[in-house]
């Protein structure tokens, strides 16, 4: 078991839906927190407000993680602000929708970049660093999506799978370093992206989940902590939260 008190993490993409969820998680059990956020200045200033009111060790960076020199400079901040860094949850994410015969160039490329080139850019930033950590873990938060795929999302779906396949390959790289790389798949999460599916077509998805419910972001949180506190022996490894709609 890994002591996370002090620990400094990054979460990209931590001020909103999943990522508010872990970075709450993770501050809830002493770990020093870098908040990253693009464009949600106002809701990662009210969070940092707020867990540091109860005690809590955070601070935010607005960086662009698909750009690798603003990635250069989360990590960069990081460092400075905490001296150190331990774990690195890459979870920033967006959507464009779109069946491929639709499907534009400028929406293909932006997903790709978001979601998959963004773990390129902060980890490649971040692995000095995490491998002078006496425990490492970079915690990849890809999707159910990226297992089986999903209508309209083809773009979406090969960011997510690249996530899976860059996990199990830098974890082969890393285990003799200490350092562990994990993937987290969640399902259908009650999250602002899941609320914007119409009713309708949301009640369907429910219907084919066995536990007949979406996922709450919490869930998702605590299966980050688990792999960062009890994960010494856990490695490239994909960790799915979906109520056993993929097995």
């Given at each position: 078991?890994?002591?996370?008190?002090?620990?400094?993490?990054?979460?990209?993409?931590?001020?909103?839906?999943?990522?508010?969820?872990?970075?709450?998680?993770?501050?809830?059990?002493?770990?020093?927190?870098?908040?990253?956020?693009?464009?949600?200045?106002?809701?990662?200033?009210?969070?940092?407000?707020?867990?540091?009111?109860?005690?809590?060790?955070?601070?935010a960076v607005q960086a662009d993680v698909s750009k690798i020199e603003d990635s250069q400079k989360l990590v960069e901040e990081a460092v400075q602000?905490?001296?150190?860094?331990?774990?690195?949850?890459?979870?920033?994410?967006?959507?464009?929708?779109?069946?491929?015969?639709?499907?534009?160039?400028?929406?293909?490329?932006?997903?790709?970049?978001?979601?998959?080139?963004?773990?390129?850019?902060?980890?490649?930033?971040?692995?000095?660093?995490?491998?002078?950590?006496?425990?490492?873990?970079?915690?990849?938060?890809?999707?159910?999506?990226?297992q089986a795929g999903g209508f309209g999302q083809t773009n979406y779906a090969a960011a997510k799978a690249g996530m899976i396949g860059y996990t199990?390959?830098?974890?082969?790289?890393?285990?003799?370093?200490?350092?562990?790389?994990?993937?987290?798949?969640?399902?259908?999460?009650?999250?602002?992206?899941?609320?914007?599916?119409?009713?309708?077509?949301?009640?369907?998805?429910?219907?084919?989940?066995?536990?007949?419910?979406l996922g709450n972001p919490d869930e998702i949180a605590r299966g980050v902590v688990f792999l960062c506190k009890d994960g010494e022996y856990i490695?490239?490894?994909?960790?799915?939260?979906?109520?056993?709609?993929?097995?």
């Amino acid at each position: 078991m890994a002591e996370l008190n002090n620990k400094v993490a990054i979460v990209t993409g931590g001020a909103k839906g999943i990522g508010q969820a872990i970075t709450k998680e993770l501050a809830k059990n002493g770990v020093k927190v870098v908040i990253n956020y693009n464009s949600s200045k106002g809701t990662a200033e009210k969070l940092t407000t707020d867990l540091k009111a109860e005690g809590r060790e955070v601070y935010a960076v607005q960086a662009d993680v698909s750009k690798i020199e603003d990635s250069q400079k989360l990590v960069e901040e990081a460092v400075q602000q905490f001296g150190r860094i331990d774990i690195v949850v890459n979870n920033a994410g967006i959507t464009r929708d779109s069946t491929f015969k639709k499907l534009n160039e400028e929406d293909w490329r932006k997903v790709i970049d978001v979601n998959l080139n963004s773990v390129y850019n902060t980890i490649s930033a971040a692995l000095p660093h995490l491998l002078e950590s006496d425990a490492g873990r970079i915690i990849n938060i890809s999707s159910i999506i990226g297992q089986a795929g999903g209508f309209g999302q083809t773009n979406y779906a090969a960011a997510k799978a690249g996530m899976i396949g860059y996990t199990k390959s830098l974890a082969l790289e890393l285990a003799k370093s200490n350092v562990t790389v994990n993937a987290i798949c969640p399902g259908f999460i009650d999250t602002e992206m899941v609320r914007e599916i119409p009713e309708n077509v949301r009640e369907k998805i429910i219907a084919k989940i066995p536990a007949r419910r979406l996922g709450n972001p919490d869930e998702i949180a605590r299966g980050v902590v688990f792999l960062c506190k009890d994960g010494e022996y856990i490695t490239g490894q994909q960790l799915n939260i979906n109520g056993g709609l993929y097995m």
